[in-house]
């Protein structure tokens, strides 16, 4: 049956085309910061260069660094080379976009700024004809939200001609009071349908897909319920620390940096019933009910249903040395911001009633990735009941965020053979083979909706204060009770154990979506062809095992191959006496899987470590499909245990 008619185009409304948007004069207040030098002017010059801005527009900075707008002009042209996303850059585009670009000096406490800003903008409103149309722009910290619009409605420029929108930058809020306080104060001097809260992530190409997906197609809707879906899983990990952001990471944490504006936006977008249409209240109103439907936590279900980390120092993948948070600039060397967090959570309605929904982000860990995992309910076991086979795992829709861009549904696949046994296999679209289009920041989409009037992509006052809502009693069980183990994972770790034991003690597990430049790094897989590696990437399981735990047991039947990612371990024989010590790369347990033979040896991890693990059955199909790396491993294995050849 074919999907019903809901999307005329993405965003939101059937305003959205190739047209230019329209005329305006756009404000950024922080001009000289950060994220307009990084974000906002590539994004911009996007919009230039694919004919979405039109000539009646044009740019005024205002900020508090002394520049005018030469010197404006010539800082954007030295910062657009370093951070500009187009394939090839184009000197007379850029040439052009940067000749509308103006800038005037300002303390945004000062009267007299607002008053010299007024008469800058009303001469370029002119010069450009942009039809009294003006887009404010808060690339600020939040603290100056307040000042700032008072002091526009106190100078009288706060309305126009035409229209007036004004885009406030995240965080919004430090938690659910304060984000009550600040809609309380903004809504003195903006509507609310002039107010556009960004969250970049709904910038992103592949989270908006999020919505065609499952509004575009008709196969999965049927699917998208507690009776076919086991639990949902949602990560987000950064190879990045807080770099020279520990001021303000130090008042923010994971929990209020990403998890309550991102990742919420995700799991609205993945959870929330169809819209009616895709005008911007209908998603909205759709995305307000499914996060009010998700069931907040107790003080004691914080305990059992969230843990956070710390990263310690470490090594980054290239194998540089690298800081922990509490020695990071600007941060407290007894900090206990938690860096890392994992929660579970549960939507209390018909459709995810009792399923659960995990998530977790942090920085410093060992791979930068953002997925989506939707895991079915595991199928009968008809085809291995009454052998020895095992029964296979349940399917797998991945949606890769980035930076792989793509969609991926993991399924059984009959190995080929005289047997009945089958294998995991993956079917997958990925964004670069289907389309052309150049890679953008993700602010493209989020300025030109703005610019047509477009709130789809935007928060809405209930959505942020709903939001907040579901993170408030983490916010205050973890404020009440620092933790007491901070730092609990190293830079370039896979994250605090906790975080895997908070999963595993369900009887599940994370699903970490391995790629080849992982594998490439660990010395065994150097050599080894792509569709080795590409069977190996899903086959192998991420497991963490803290200092002094027991990995391997002497005399045990031997169900797993171990790949140090990270740590290190000692081999102890049955008298119990040190034989070697393993790291970072090496492999160990394959020898009873070779030879059918029980563990020869003990291992025991010397520091916390991070392990790829291989199980017995995808090692026997490994090795079968792939002859080379058989001998290749047997040959090692020999080499290393003389006597005991295979
Ligand atoms: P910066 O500190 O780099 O920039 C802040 C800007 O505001 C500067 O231009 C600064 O001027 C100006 N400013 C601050 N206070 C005043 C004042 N009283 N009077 C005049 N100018 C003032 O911050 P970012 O650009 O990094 O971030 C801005 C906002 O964007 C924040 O809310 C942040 O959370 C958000 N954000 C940033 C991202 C990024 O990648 N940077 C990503 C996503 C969101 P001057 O330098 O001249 O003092
Ligand atoms: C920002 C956070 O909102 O998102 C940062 O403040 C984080 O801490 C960033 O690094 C991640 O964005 P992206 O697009 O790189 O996933």
């Known amino acids: 049956m074919p999907a019903p008619m809901l999307l005329k185009a993405l965003p939101g409304s059937s305003k959205y085309t190739d047209c230019p948007a329209e005329p305006c004069l756009m404000v950024i207040f922080g001009a000289s910061g950060d994220l307009t030098k990084r974000l906002l002017m590539p994004a911009l010059f996007n919009l230039h260069c694919d004919n979405l801005l039109g000539e009646n527009f044009a740019i005024l900075g205002i900020a508090m660094d002394n520049l005018d707008s030469n010197a404006f002009q010539e800082h954007m042209s030295a910062d657009i080379r370093k951070f500009n996303t187009r394939k090839s850059f184009d000197e007379g585009a850029w040439n052009r976009f940067v000749s509308k670009l103006h800038y005037t000096q300002g303390n945004f ?19 450009y004809n942009t039809q009294g149309n003006v887009l404010f722009y808060m690339a600020t910290p939040p603290s100056v939200f307040d000042l700032v619009s008072s002091n526009l409605d106190r100078a009288g420029i ?47 190409e592949t989270v908006q897909n999020l919505l065609a997906f499952r509004f575009a197609n008709g196969i999965f809707e049927p699917l998208w319920n507690k009776d076919r879906i086991d639990h949902i899983q949602f990560s987000v990990t950064e190879t990045v620390g807080v770099e020279n952001r520990g001021k303000y990471y130090e008042t923010s944490g994971v929990l209020r940096d990403m998890i309550q504006n991102h990742m919420f936006q995700m799991l609205a977008y993945l959870c929330m019933e169809p819209p009616s249409s895709f005008k911007p209240d209908a998603i909205r109103n759709q995305k307000a009910e499914v ?49 890392f967090a ?3 959570l549960f939507i209390d309605n018909w459709r995810w009633e009792g399923v659960p929904i995990y998530l977790r982000s942090g920085k410093s860990l060992w791979k930068r990735g953002t997925e989506i995992v939707v895991q079915f309910k595991q199928a009968p076991e008809i085809l291995t009941r009454g052998t020895n086979a095992s029964p296979g795992e349940p399917n797998r829709l991945i949606f890769h965020i980035q930076p ?46 703005c610019m047509i009037g477009d709130a789809t992509l935007f928060s809405r006052t209930d959505l942020v204060e709903t939001a907040w809502r579901i993170a408030q009693p983490m916010l205050d069980a973890w404020a009440a009770e620092p933790a007491q183990d901070f730092p609990n994972y190293p830079v370039g770790g896979w994250g605090p154990k906790a975080a895997y ?49 027991l990995i391997i047991r002497h005399g045990e039947i031997g169900k797993e191959m171990f790949i140090i990612s990270r740590g290190s371990v000692e081999v102890l024989n049955e008298a119990g006496k040190v034989m070697a010590t393993l790291a970072d790369g090496a492999f160990f347990g394959e020898l009873s899987l070779l030879n059918s ?22 090692f026997d199909r490994v090795l079968k499909l792939h002859p080379d790396f058989a001998e290749n491993l047997k040959e090692m294995a020999n080499k290393r245990y003389p006597g005991r050849e295979s």
């Open 109 to 127: 406490g000062d009267q007299a700024a607002y008053q010299r800003l007024g008469e800058k903008m009303k001469a370029l409103g002119s010069q």
């Open 158 to 204: 706060k309305t126009s001609s035409g229209w007036v929108r004004i885009i406030f930058e995240k965080p919004f809020g430090h938690d659910l009071h304060s984000a009550i306080e600040l809609n309380r104060l903004l809504l003195k001097y903006w509507k609310e349908e002039q107010i556009y809260r960004i969250d970049h992530y709904l910038g992103k």
């Open 291 to 339: 996060l009010d439907a998700v069931r907040i936590m107790t003080p004691e279900t914080v305990k059992t249903h969230s843990l956070r980390g710390q990263y310690g120092p470490g090594k980054r993948s290239d194998g540089t040395a690298a800081a922990g948070y509490r020695q990071e600039l600007d941060v407290s060397t007894t900090s206990s911001t938690e860096t």
């Open 342 to 344: 994992a929660i579970k």
């Open 404 to 449: 792989d861009q793509g969609i991926e549904l993991r399924v059984q696949a009959k190995t080929p053979g005289p047997a009945l046994a089958t294998q995991k296999v993956n079917m997958r679209f990925d964004y670069a083979d289907s389309f052309e289009a150049s890679r953008g920041t993700g602010y493209e989409v989020l300025l030109y909706s």
């Open 501 to 549: 034991d908070l999963i595993e003690n369900d009887g599940r597990r994370w699903v970490e979506v391995i790629g080849r430049n992982v594998l490439n790094k660990i010395p065994l897989f150097q050599k080894c062809s792509e569709v080795f590696l590409h069977n190996l990437a899903i086959n192998l399981r991420p497991d963490i095992y803290s200092q002094g735990d």
């Open 597 to 618: 033979i029980p563990r020869t040896a003990t291992i025991r991890a010397l520091t916390p470590c991070d392990v790829f693990i291989l199980d017995k059955a995808d």
